[in-house]
């Protein structure tokens, strides 16, 4: 148990020392217009308080990945604390803060213009189909996640099908209205019940003395699948995500100042990583050891590990209010997913969102493609998911480490992470069935050649943008003038 009050601790001190450190490396402009300003629409670009866009900015990166992914991590043992801790501090709300930050310095543009811009042109193109490829994905598994909890919170009462039904007709509305009209208005309440349901089982545990395993680098895992790559694409919300990448645009075009940058992007990682601590520490303690916890998993899945917890900590009553809690997580990130997936293709094609028909168009063809892959097993989506998910957090850690490094600032904050990553999940691509097939020995070997190719090829092109004099940020001194 002193692990895992330890670590919580460490996440919140992260916040203020290492979190201040990246804010100050980044040098914030407290004057600067932002985009909430600069191109205010009255959709996605309007002015938002903090603590709505901190509330909106946790709701729409979290999901259902801090609580199934550690509860899935679990597995591996108290190893899974370290990840999500030094993950959260030093990789996941650097990948966050750096993607907040860029995109509101460059009109709130997304993750794909970004890469165009600092990695050039081709990346754009590239990182554009992977980005809508992973929202299709993480909007799919949104919808069959938060069913099958509701499906069994109501004892199969209502239909599966109904229930899917039901949540993609919310999304259309959420990808469609307005940002403030259902996002802004109803976000801040879903947040409470996620955070009410994070704490009263994390305060469950503790007044119930569970058995929260201490400190070891063993491999508990029933298969002993390897620690490395596997554990670091198991968790990956709650540490570090690519998905995050996807949806800090949305909340850059609504921060009213470069300032509340830190509380909004940097810190709700950190509460992501305190959510996701708790849900691994249940998976460890609740369950009578790792077997056990993979004989639920192999049953029912994480949602049933979730159902169960939830109710053995808090009771029936409190126990359903807990399983409401994490429904609206993946609720409030599949909405978001598609509302990011319009706004890329809309930026993409320069295709105006003013007008309701035109967001229409771009919407229905993302929903049809999305209720085709309902079709598809979810243990299958998630592992495609864990690989496009840490693909696209190298990338965006790449464009933050070659932005500070035209910047001339301290790019090892964003690139030492990035390598990590890289290693990891070329090392999962060489080994997994679903990719290459190789032998671990292989796959490490290779990773570490295709990383070492990469790191130079980043180098290559870093002193080339440097010498170019590539633009960090939108010229907004016309808007200044014009206020």
């Known amino acids: 148990m002193y692990t895992f009050l330890f670590g919580i601790a460490l996440l919140i001190i992260g916040y203020f020392t290492y979190g201040k450190f990246v804010e100050k490396t980044f040098g914030v402009k407290s004057d600067r217009k932002t985009p909430a300003y600069t191109h205010q629409d009255g959709v996605d670009y309007l002015p938002m308080n903090t603590p709505k866009n901190s509330l ?7 999901g259902v990945g801090p609580i199934f992914g550690p509860i899935m991590g679990a597995l591996y043992g108290p ?7 030094f993950g959260a501090i030093f990789a996941g709300a650097v990948h966050d803060y750096l993607t907040g930050m860029i995109s509101i310095r460059n009109r709130g543009a997304h993750l794909p213009e970004l890469a165009g811009k600092f990695l050039g042109k081709f990346m754009k193109h590239v990182v554009n189909a992977f980005a809508i490829l992973l929202l299709l994905l993480v909007g799919t598994v949104f919808v069959t996640a938060p069913a099958e909890l509701l499906h069994n919170l109501m004892n199969g009462w209502t239909s599966l099908g109904v229930i899917i039904a039901a949540i993609f007709i919310y999304y259309i509305f959420a990808t469609l209205l307005p940002i403030d009209k259902i996002i802004g208005r109803f976000y801040p309440i879903f947040g409470a019940l996620l955070i009410i349901s994070a704490v ?4 469950g545990m503790l007044v119930t003395g569970a058995p929260i395993p201490e400190l070891s680098l063993q491999n508990f895992h029933p298969d002993q699948a390897p620690i490395f790559p596997l554990l670091f694409l198991t968790i990956s ?14 909340i ?13 992007f940097y810190g709700m990682m950190i509460a992501e990583g305190i959510i996701a601590m708790i849900w691994a520490a249940a998976g460890m303690s609740l369950f009578d050891g790792y077997n056990g916890l993979n004989d639920i998993l192999a049953a029912g899945g994480p949602a049933a590990v979730v159902t169960e917890a939830s109710t053995l900590m808090l009771g029936a009553v409190g126990g359903t209010l807990a399983v409401l809690g994490v429904i609206v997580l993946p609720i409030t990130s599949g909405d978001t997913a598609f509302r990011s997936a319009r706004m890329i293709i809309a930026d993409y094609f ?20 999305s209720i085709a892959l309902t079709q598809i097993d979810f243990t299958l989506l998630w592992r495609y998911f864990s690989w496009a998910n840490q693909s696209t957090a190298v990338i965006a850690l790449f464009v933050g480490a070659m932005y500070l490094y035209i910047a001339r600032k301290n790019y090892w904050i964003a690139l030492i992470p990035g390598v990590f990553m890289l290693m990891a999940t070329m090392t999962y691509i060489l080994n997994a069935s679903i990719g290459f097939g190789l032998a671990l020995n292989f796959s490490y070997f290779g990773a570490a050649v295709i990383s070492v190719a990469i790191i130079t090829l980043f180098f290559y092109a870093a002193k080339k943008a440097r010498q170019g004099n590539i633009p960090l940020e939108e010229d907004v001194s016309a808007f200044e003038k014009i206020a």
């Open 200 to 203: 009263g089982v994390g305060v």
């Open 237 to 250: 919300c709650g540490a570090l995500s690519g998905f995050h990448a996807t949806q800090t645009p949305i």
């Open 350 to 369: 320069n295709f105006s969102q003013k007008k309701v028909l035109n967001r229409l168009w771009i919407a229905l063809p993302l929903f049809v493609l």
């Open 79 to 85: 190893v899974a604390f370290l990840w999500i801790v």
């Open 252 to 264: 850059s075009r609504t921060t009213r100042g470069e300032k509340e940058g830190r509380k909004i």
């Open 56 to 62: 909106i900015q946790l709701l729409n990166i979290a």
